[in-house]
Each structure stands twice: as C-alpha cells, then as structure tokens.
C-alpha cells in the first residue's frame, strides 16, 4: 500500500487515513483502489473489530481529484465510469462492513469526501470540521451514496438543499442537522476517537454488524420482511459466543465480557 493511504490496526482498531494533505486529501485513481483494497481488509480480519477512517493534516477529504478528473476529459476518457469502478464498492464496502466505521473529521469534507462520511456509523468532527455538497458546483448530481444516505439523515427537503445549493455546512451546523454524532475540541479529535473506537471494538461485535444489516434491510424493504430479517438475525445471534457469555454475566450480576464471535 502506498503512502496516500495509511492503514494501521492497533488493539482491534483499524485506520484508514487517506495522506495527500496537500491537496486536501482528494481522491485519485490509485488512492481509491487503496481505500477499496484496505475497505475489505478491515471487513475480513476478524482481529479488526472497529474501524476509523480519516484524512491527514487539515481536511478529511475534499472528494474527487479534479485535476486529474480535468486531465481526463482533456484526454476524451470517460472519467465519470469511477463512479461504478471505485466509489460505488467503497460505500457498499462501508456500509455492509460488519462492523462499526468511525469518520474522523478534522477539516472539510466535500463531495465524494463528505458522501463517504454519510456512509459511515459515526461521524465525529472537530469544530473546524466543514461538509460541502460540492457535486453540482462542477455541474455533477450525486454519488457515493449521497442520494441515498443524505436525505436518510436530514431528511428529503434539506438534502435537495443542501445538494442544489452546494454552500458548506459548519460543524455546528452540521451537528444541529444530525449530520454530525459529535463534535470536539481541535486537539482532541484523534485521542476522542480512538477511545470511542476502542469502546466499539470491546463490544458485540456480531450484534454490531446484525444491527447495520437490519438497518440497511428495512430501509429499502417493507414491514413484513423486516420483520423476518429480524427473526434471522436474532437466531443467528443467538448462537454466539457473546450472546449467551453476555446473558450468563447478566443473571450473575457481573459484567458482560465481549469477544466478538
Ligand atoms: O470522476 C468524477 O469526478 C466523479 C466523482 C465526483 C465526486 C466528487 O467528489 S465531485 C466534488 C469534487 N470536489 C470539489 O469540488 C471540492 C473542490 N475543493 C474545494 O472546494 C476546496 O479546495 C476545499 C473547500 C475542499 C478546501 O478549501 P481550502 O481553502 O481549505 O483549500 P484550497 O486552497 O482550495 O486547496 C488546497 C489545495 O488542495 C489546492 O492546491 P494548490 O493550489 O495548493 O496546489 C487545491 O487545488 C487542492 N485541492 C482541493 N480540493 C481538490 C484539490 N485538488 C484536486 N481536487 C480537489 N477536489
């Protein structure tokens, strides 16, 4: 893996930092392959129990590389098949990771970057933290999920606002519109969210990732279904490990000890 994205893992905590300060973190080709490929690391190694995703220096990620997206439609190339190549199986990878993600946002997150903020469990942010909507500024709709998870957050309204008028959202703001879980001191944004996904990683783990499927479930499916999707993952849970350690621990009045299995 290349140095524009970092992936580490300590203690059950994985993180994914995408390192191109300079340039606000904005997304090439090469980094969103790396995003992808440490995505599916972190949904496959059962040692890694919660996952944080973050940008270096002063911004999350300032979303498509547009300069090399310039550089592209110079050339006659078809730069907007990243959508389907790359930006799509990194929000589903997100999303359907059996796991919790935490974004961590020190600075500004826009378009693809703020998209793929939406697509994680938790947001926490710093106060210099900022989220644009930046699509239709460069004569885009939406991608990375952004038409699907915004207005789940926000609500149908404020999402078409928030994406036809394309102006950045402060942290306050964003914390007021429950785009944000929570915002931080400046310095304390990465010790805050280690300690935050170091809780989630001595949690259920399996419950975690039964409780993001049966979300996702019911949002596209009606009541009926829901309901049977619950009775699956509940059987299914009951046979873990954590389940059954977990209601021993109760009867006993002692403290549950998860091992996420
Ligand atoms: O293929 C496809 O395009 C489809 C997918 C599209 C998905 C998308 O994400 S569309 C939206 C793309 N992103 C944007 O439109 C955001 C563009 N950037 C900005 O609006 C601002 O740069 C920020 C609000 C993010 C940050 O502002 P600020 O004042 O903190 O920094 P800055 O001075 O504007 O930028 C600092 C450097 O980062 C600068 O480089 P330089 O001049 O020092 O060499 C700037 O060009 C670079 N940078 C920032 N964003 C991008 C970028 N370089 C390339 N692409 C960027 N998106």
Known sequence: MSDTVRYEVDDAVATITLNRPDARNALTTDMKIE???????CGSDRAVR???????GQAFCAGQDLREHAALLRAGGSPLDTVREHYNPIVTSIMTMPKPV???LGGVAAGAGAAFAFACDFRIATGRASLTMAFARVGLSADSGAS???QRLVGTARATELLMLAEPVSAEQALALGLLTRVV???????HVREFAGRLAAGPTASYGAIKESLLFAAGNGLAASLEKEAELQIRLGQTDDHRAATEAFV????PTYRGR
């Open 185 to 191: 001191e400046d310095d304390a944004l990465a010790k």
């Open 50 to 56: 919660a996952v944080i995703l973050t940008g270096a």
């Open 35 to 41: 995003l992808l490929d440490a995505l599916r690391r």
């Open 148 to 150: 699907w998870t915004l």
């Open 102 to 104: 935490v974004a961590a």
């Open 252 to 255: 006993n009045k002692e403290q």
